[in-house]
């Protein structure tokens, strides 16, 4: 069973730029998370993609705005980068099943962003 | 508004030092409490969920229990390799499919050899 996987796993950018993290779902899973965490915090929801629809979002500004493919992996894109955006981001995948029994989120490794 | 609270921050234990981190939250319609291992610079890593009031939990050294308000990770006789950030974590429901994890900023556990 392959896990979920991340890709950069480091990246500097600096401010104004744009950027584009991707995630591959744990096999087997149809659901995926964002979340952004601060050094010395914890995860905060960024979005979530189902069925290639966004499904729910957190406070973020629309320069954070994601896709989902077929294949159930993800992209986060964040345009116009600030400082305040260097953080870990992590993805996370479960799997839905239209019951109401909550899923687990399991978690990628993170990509580290740094904005400059 | 829903919020989640752990306590201590950060925790200093000496090997086999038995100790209890605390989880409390406010949340309307608890729908799941998470607890995750976070190693430095890792993404989370599952290790309990609890649903109801009164459920245990149990992994090796860890035990997770759960009340209406709270949540307790015990830790009985750490080892060093214990040492890691915990977080804890409830589900938020209100979206069509998965839902939304709120998180705690975590406890820093170090256990001394």
């Known amino acids: 069973e392959t896990g979920v996987t991340q890709s950069p796993t480091h990246l500097i950018k600096t401010r104004g730029q744009q950027v584009t993290l991707r995630c591959s779902s744990q096999s087997g899973h149809n659901t995926v998370s964002w979340y952004q965490q601060a050094l010395g915090q914890g995860p905060q929801f960024i979005f979530q993609?189902?069925?290639?629809?966004?499904?729910g979002r957190g406070n973020f500004p629309p320069r954070f705005s994601g896709l989902q493919f077929p294949n159930y992996s993800s992209e986060l894109n964040v345009n116009a980068l600030e400082l305040d955006d260097s953080a870990l981001y992590l993805c996370?995948?479960?799997?839905?099943?239209?019951?109401?029994?909550?899923?687990?989120?399991?978690f990628g490794p993170g990509t580290r962003l740094l904005v400059l | 508004e829903d919020q989640v609270t752990q306590s201590p921050e950060a925790l200093r234990l000496q090997e086999g030092e038995s100790s209890s981190l605390n989880c409390s939250y406010t949340v309307s319609g608890l729908r799941g409490l998470f607890w995750y291992r976070q190693d430095p610079g890792k993404g989370p890593e599952f290790l309990f969920t609890l649903y109801s009031a009164g459920e245990e939990k149990e992994k090796e050294r860890l035990k997770a229990t759960l009340t209406k308000k709270e949540s307790f990770l015990h830790i009985t006789a750490p080892k060093p390799e214990d040492s890691a950030t915990y977080l804890c974590a409830v589900l938020r429901m209100g979206y069509n499919q998965g839902g939304k994890l709120i998180f705690g900023q975590g406890t820093e556990l170090s256990v001394k050899p």
């Open positions: 993609y189902y069925r290639e629809e966004e499904n």
């Open positions: 996370a995948s479960s799997l839905s099943q239209g019951s109401s029994t909550p899923r687990t989120q399991y």
